[in-house]
C-alpha cells in the first residue's frame, strides 16, 4: 500500500473574489518577483469539509467547530428547561471548560475555535440532557468523558488542537497548500451603483460602492499521508477510502464562496494529477517559479507542471509508485478514474 497520494490541480477562476484580505480585497502573494492571487488552505479547507459533497459522501462523520458549545448546547437547553438563569450560566460554564479555557467576559464562549466529533457532541447533548432531569452539575467523573477518542473525517484529515487536554490532540494527516495563480495578476475595482425603484426623480443612485476583483488560473497541492489517516480513523479501512474519495472529488469541484452572489465564481479543475508512493512528497510550485506567459494560461501552465515533474523524474528517479491524471482541455481522462485510482 502506498504511504503518500499527493493531488495536484490547475482550476482557471473568472473575475472573482474568493478570499479576502482585511481590506476586503483578494488575497495576494509575491512570488518570481510578479504579484499572484492566493487563496488561503484555511479556507480551501473549510469550503471542502463544508460541502455537499462532504456532507452526501460522509455524513454523520463531520465534526462541529464552534466556540459556542456552552452557550448553544448547555446553557440555552437549560434555560428553555426552567433551570435559573444563574445556575445554568455556572453549569454551563464549567462543561465548557472542558474543552478550553473561557472567556472572562463571555464565560459561556471559550476562547478559542474547538473542533470535536459528532459522538462527542452526542455525549455533550446526553450529559445535558441527565443534568437538567436531575437538576444539577455535572460531576468530575461526568466531565471527564466529554473528550473520546473519535473517527470524524475532518478532525483525521486536518488535526485538532486542544492546549489543555493533549492527549485527545489529533495530527493532520492532509497537508493542504495556499493555492497560488500561476501568473501575474493585477486587481482591479468594480465600482458599481444600486437604484432605488421607488425614487420617481431619478436623481441618481441610492448606493455606491467598490469591491476589488482578478482572475487567475491557480496550482492546488494537496498531500495525504495515507498512513496516517487510517491511524486516525482508528484502523477503518472502508471509511479512510471512502474520505480519500470525498476529499479528491471535492478538491476538483469546490471552491470557497466568497462574493459568490456578485461573481458566480464557480470552477472544476481543467487538470489534476495524483501521485502514488512512499518518497518524501513533493510540490510541483517550482513549475511556476517563473511566471506563465502567453495567450494559452491554462495550457501553457499543464505544459509547465508536466515538464517539471518529468524533469525532477530524470534528476532523482522517479518521484512516484504510480501516476494519474485528467486533461479537459485535451478531452483526456476523468474525475471517475481519478478518484477510483486514488482510493486503490
Given at each position: 500500500m502506498n504511504r503518500f497520494i499527493q493531488l495536484h490541480t490547475l482550476i482557471s477562476y473568472p473575475p472573482a473574489n474568493l478570499n479576502r484580505d482585511d481590506q476586503g480585497r483578494p488575497k495576494t502573494a509575491k512570488m518570481g518577483g510578479?504579484?499572484?492571487?492566493?487563496?488561503?488552505?484555511q479556507s480551501l479547507k473549510r469550503a471542502w469539509r463544508t460541502s455537499d459533497v462532504f456532507n452526501e459522501q460522509l455524513a454523520e462523520k463531520i465534526g462541529v467547530r464552534t466556540k459556542l458549545l456552552g452557550q448553544e448546547h448547555v446553557y440555552k437547553p437549560m434555560i428553555a428547561a426552567g433551570i435559573s438563569e444563574k445556575n445554568a450560566s455556572d453549569w454551563a460554564s464549567k462543561i465548557a471548560a472542558v474543552y478550553g479555557a473561557v472567556k472572562k467576559d463571555k464565560p459561556l464562549e471559550i476562547e478559542q475555535l474547538v473542533h470535536i466529533s459528532q459522538t462527542?457532541?452526542?455525549?455533550?447533548?446526553?450529559?445535558?440532557?441527565?443534568?437538567?432531569?436531575?437538576?444539577?452539575?455535572?460531576?468530575?467523573?461526568?466531565?471527564a468523558t466529554l473528550l473520546q477518542a473519535q473517527q470524524a473525517v475532518d478532525i483525521a484529515m486536518f488535526g485538532r488542537m486542544l492546549a489543555g487536554k493533549t492527549q485527545y490532540n489529533g495530527e493532520a494527516a492532509v497537508q493542504v497548500a495556499h493555492a497560488l495563480g500561476v501568473h501575474a495578476s493585477v486587481i482591479e475595482d468594480d465600482y458599481f451603483t444600486a437604484v432605488d425603484d421607488l425614487n420617481q426623480d431619478d436623481s441618481g443612485a441610492a448606493h455606491i460602492g467598490e469591491l476589488g476583483f482578478a482572475s487567475a488560473v491557480f496550482y492546488?497541492?494537496?498531500?495525504?499521508?495515507?498512513?496516517?489517516l487510517k491511524r486516525n480513523l482508528a484502523g477503518n479501512e472502508a471509511l479512510t477510502q471512502q474520505?480519500?474519495?470525498?476529499?479528491?472529488?471535492?478538491?476538483?469541484?469546490?471552491g470557497p464562496s466568497g462574493k459568490q452572489n456578485s461573481f458566480a465564481s464557480r470552477a472544476y479543475a481543467h487538470y489534476a494529477l495524483v501521485e502514488k508512493g512512499d518518497r518524501q512528497p513533493r510540490s510541483l510550485s517550482l513549475a511556476f517559479l517563473n511566471a506563465v506567459n502567453g495567450d494559452s494560461y491554462a495550457t501553457d501552465a499543464t505544459q509547465a507542471l508536466v515538464q517539471v515533474r518529468d524533469n525532477m523524474d530524470k534528476v532523482y528517479g522517479?518521484?512516484?509508485?504510480?501516476r494519474s491524471e485528467f486533461n479537459v482541455i485535451a478531452g483526456t481522462g476523468s474525475l471517475q478514474e481519478l478518484v477510483r485510482f486514488s482510493v486503490e
Open positions: 510578479v504579484e499572484r492571487l492566493r487563496v488561503s488552505s462527542e457532541l452526542l455525549q455533550l447533548n446526553q450529559l445535558v440532557a441527565v443534568l437538567i432531569a436531575e437538576k444539577r452539575a455535572a460531576t468530575e467523573e461526568e466531565l492546488q497541492y494537496i498531500c495525504i499521508d495515507r498512513e496516517l474520505s480519500i474519495k470525498a476529499l479528491i472529488e471535492a478538491a476538483l469541484t469546490v522517479p518521484c512516484a509508485a504510480e
